[in-house]
């Protein structure tokens, strides 16, 4: 018992000098807990993110949009593999984070539950989602935990290609036609609060993070990082003539923060409880996908088992 107490003073005492927390280093099995579920749970919102947009590809207006679009959702990809393997280093397979997943136990972004009616939400998905994820993630390049700030800073650099194709989306349509007009306005009406949820309930309402904050993982509060969002985004609507759907919305001159009106909770709660407009859909894309890969993976597993035979016999 001795021996942990100290083991936790020295945990913690590095956190607080700004060291890395490396797999083989002794940490708090809480510490291991919380990052698994923190760290996978990214990794399943960077995999089932990719069906929305998937969605448009096919439908892109022009060979330049659907290249990049093709890009994006390959990064996508990516980020996923990148932060399964930043959870393995925590010792779970990532086997049984992926059953997590499809047996619903596990959470993924309550934004990725909303349906991209036309191409502006694949712009507005670009500049509004992924600018929040930019928010987040940059902060997170810089937590505690070695191989999870490093995941996050490979993320960021391909998230800002993401944001600058969809913010030139939204600029050319919000530019363009009455119809691209309104049907870019009407994609930011639909995205706007969604995306502000990404960023968590408010720190009072959150249970996770003023222990993540204490052990260095997060480096700014849900609140904190969510009005940074907003007060960088404003000025980006308004240089496109794009109206924010909030009316309650006003510069405070003294703060220097854009205030914002009520974030609608039940719907939050009601979306990441499974309850939102595609949360049925996405599983069952995310678990026909799973079925019809299993013939890869049992191929891939005699593969690799051939070199072991191979090498007993
Ligand atoms: N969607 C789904 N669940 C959410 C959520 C959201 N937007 N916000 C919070 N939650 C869940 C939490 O997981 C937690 O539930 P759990 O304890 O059962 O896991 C509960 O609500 C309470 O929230 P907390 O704020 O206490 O939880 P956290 O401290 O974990 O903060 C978070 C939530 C801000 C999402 C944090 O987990 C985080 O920063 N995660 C890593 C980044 C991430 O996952 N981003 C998702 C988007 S990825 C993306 O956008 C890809 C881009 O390329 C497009």
Redesign the pocket.
């Known amino acids: 018992m001795h021996d942990d107490v100290a083991n936790e003073s020295r945990f913690q005492e590095r956190i607080d000098s700004g060291e890395k927390i490396e797999p083989r280093d002794w940490m708090p099995e809480r510490f291991r807990h919380q990052l698994i579920?923190?760290?996978s749970?990214?990794a399943h919102?960077?995999i089932v993110?990719m069906l929305p947009e998937g969605n448009w590809i096919t439908r892109a207006p022009s060979l330049r949009r659907k290249m990049a679009l093709l890009a994006k959702v390959q990064?996508?990809a990516g980020?996923g593999l990148y932060l399964y393997s930043a959870a393995e280093t925590l010792g779970v397979s990532r086997e049984d984070l992926i059953d997590q997943l499809l047996d619903g136990s596990a959470?993924?972004?309550?934004?990725f539950n909303y349906p991209t009616l036309t191409w502006a939400d694949v712009g507005v998905?670009g500049w509004l989602?992924?600018g929040?994820?930019i928010v987040?993630?940059t902060m997170?390049a810089k937590s505690s935990y070695g191989p999870y700030a490093r995941a996050n800073l490979r993320?960021c650099k391909e998230?800002n290609f993401?944001k600058k194709q969809g913010f030139e989306i939204v600029a050319t349509l919000a530019a363009g036609t009455t119809e691209q007009r309104s049907m870019v306005q009407d994609a930011v009406d639909r995205w706007w609060w969604p995306s502000l949820?990404?960023?968590?309930?408010h720190d009072n309402?959150?249970?996770?993070?003023a222990e993540?904050m204490r052990w260095g993982v997060?480096r700014r509060s849900?609140d904190d990082?969510r009005q940074h969002f907003v007060n960088i985004t404003i000025p980006q609507a308004k240089a496109v003539g794009i109206t924010i759907p909030d009316p309650e919305l006003r510069y405070n001159e003294e703060s220097g923060d854009w205030e914002f009106g009520a974030i609608d909770w039940d719907e939050?709660y009601r979306?990441?409880k499974g309850n939102g407009p595609c949360n049925a859909e996405r599983m069952k894309a995310r678990r026909s996908a799973h079925d019809d890969g299993r013939w890869v993976r049992e191929a891939a597993a005699a593969y690799a088992s051939r070199d072991t035979v191979a090498a007993e016999e």
Not at 107 to 111: A, E, F, T
Not at 197 to 201: A, I, L, S, T, V
Not at 205 to 209: A, E, G, H, L, V
């Open positions: 579920r923190m760290i749970q990214h919102s960077e993110g990064d996508e980020h959470k993924y972004s309550s934004i998905i989602v992924d929040a994820a987040n993630q997170l993320i998230e993401h949820m990404m960023f968590g309930p309402d959150s249970p996770n993070t993540l997060k849900n990082l939050f979306v990441i």
